[in-house]
């Protein structure tokens, strides 16, 4: 499956065990790469429409936690446990996500995924690959018809959102 979204700049492909997307962000890549490991950046973007962090901590080192809660609208909690396993500041990340409690027990809610995030330079942009793989052709199937690629695509919009207000001025960087 590949998908492409002209207004959203998004691309998607899907493989027997993984699934990849790929977004351009017209800022820098210093600027991209922070917004994914700071949670004071974190927390205002990364949710899908509607969801809110009230909670993101960030162990950004190998072997370091990143543990957050997603609120819904409904105030349920979603809580996410990911495991980073390899940062090369402003290149690459590479971590192990799963859903989890509050207290960073991982639940069976959503198979486990081995996240690599790559940024880089593009004409004074940023170009994001993220490459989602799975240990099964089940366990991608079935975190794809949960809707993690729509989740993905509002999630990364209101990143370029973030970003075009801070590029702009009109969004503090702190």
Not at 74 to 102: L, M, N, S
Not at 118 to 128: D, N, P, Q, V
Request: with cysteine.
């Amino acid at each position: 499956m590949t998908q492409n979204s002209p207004a959203s700049s998004l691309t998607t492909k899907a493989g027997e065990r993984e699934f990849s997307v790929e977004r351009m962000f017209n800022a820098p890549r210093e600027l991209v790469f922070q917004a994914f490991t700071q949670p004071e950046h974190l927390s205002r973007w990364w949710a899908p429409g509607g969801y809110t962090i009230p909670v993101c901590n960030i162990d950004l080192r190998p072997g370091g936690v990143w543990h957050y809660s997603m609120r819904s609208p409904q105030g349920d909690e979603h809580w996410v446990k990911a495991i980073y396993r390899e940062i090369v500041a402003p290149e690459r990340i590479v971590y192990t996500c799963t859903f989890a409690d509050e207290h960073a027990n991982p639940t069976d809610d959503i198979p486990e995924q081995l996240a690599t995030m790559t940024f880089a330079e593009y004409e004074g942009r940023t170009k994001l690959n993220i490459v989602f793989q799975f240990k099964t052709a089940k366990e991608l199937k079935e975190t794809l018809d949960m809707g993690m690629i729509a989740g993905l695509t509002e999630t990364l919009n209101s990143l370029d959102g973030l970003l075009a207000g801070i590029s702009a001025g009109n969004v503090p960087l702190d």
